[in-house]
């Protein structure tokens, strides 16, 4: 399927050439835009990972976008959207390409080990009520090449499968599964089938992994993925224990 058939996932479309960032950017206008609007550029200037950590997203290569959300519950789901842009990404990445992604809880999705997408979910809350939500996706899609800096832990579609990329045709895919996703968490409450896909398809899960939050280390197995969308892991005290976020990384690697 290559043509977009959601009904408000992407209906709205906001492209840039050029753009700092398309989290920042959804930012200043989510107020009085409808919930759905996706904002898109060839490249960010300024494009951000977690912590500002910077986002290498050059020009004409990537997927750099950002879908602006306004759903209708409280901000403690808000961090659910990020296993269903993960979801949505590696299906995608799956029907199109028939490539076999891996996800990396909670907002990673790699390919023999290297990042091909990272995700971004941001929100606006007060006294307990949702403003909206901005999901920030990046994907490297026909990227030849990375800085030195992140040349050993980045990788693209175009590297992984040989060939160049439609971006439009992967886009259209991924939009259609994040809206068939996505309703189906706001009707229901549940994340099953995105779990699902994050479970089964999981790069951590029953691996042994360093959990990194602040200053903070610790040695854990990854156990599974909670109906919450928290990593459950097994501590070297043999303790159950749920993580909201963090650093993830994988012992030996
Ligand atoms: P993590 O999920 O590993 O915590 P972030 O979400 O913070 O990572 O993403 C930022 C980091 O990803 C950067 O510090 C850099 O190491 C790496 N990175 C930056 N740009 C890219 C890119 N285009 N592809 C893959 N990795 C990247």
Known sequence: QKHLTTKEIGKNIIHFNSIDSTNSYAKGIADKTPSGTLIISEEQLSGRGRLGREWESPKGDGIWMTLILKPKFPPSEGGKLTQIAAASVWQGINKVLGLKSLIKWPNDIVINGKK??????????????????????????????????????????????????????????????????????????????????????????????????????????????????????????????????????????
């Open 116 to 253: 091909v997408c990272g995700i971004l979910t941001e929100m606006s809350a007060e006294l307990n009520q949702l403003h909206y939500l901005i999901v920030g996706i990046g994907i490297n899609v026909n990227n030849e090449a990375f800085h030195n800096t992140i040349a050993d832990k980045a990788t693209s579609l175009f590297l992984e499968k040989g060939e160049k990329i439609n971006r439009r045709a992967l886009l259209c895919e991924i939009l259609n599964a994040f809206e068939l996703l996505y309703d189906s968490f706001v009707k229901e409450g549940t994340l099953k089938e995105s779990l699902n896909i994050c479970r089964n398809n999981s790069a951590i899960l029953g691996k042994e992994v360093i959990i990194q939050q602040g200053a903070n280390q610790a040695k854990a197995k990854a156990v599974d993925i909670t109906e919450e969308g928290l990593l459950e892991v097994l501590t070297e005290e043999g303790k159950k224990t749920e993580i909201l976020t963090g650093e993830v990384s994988i012992r030996g690697e």
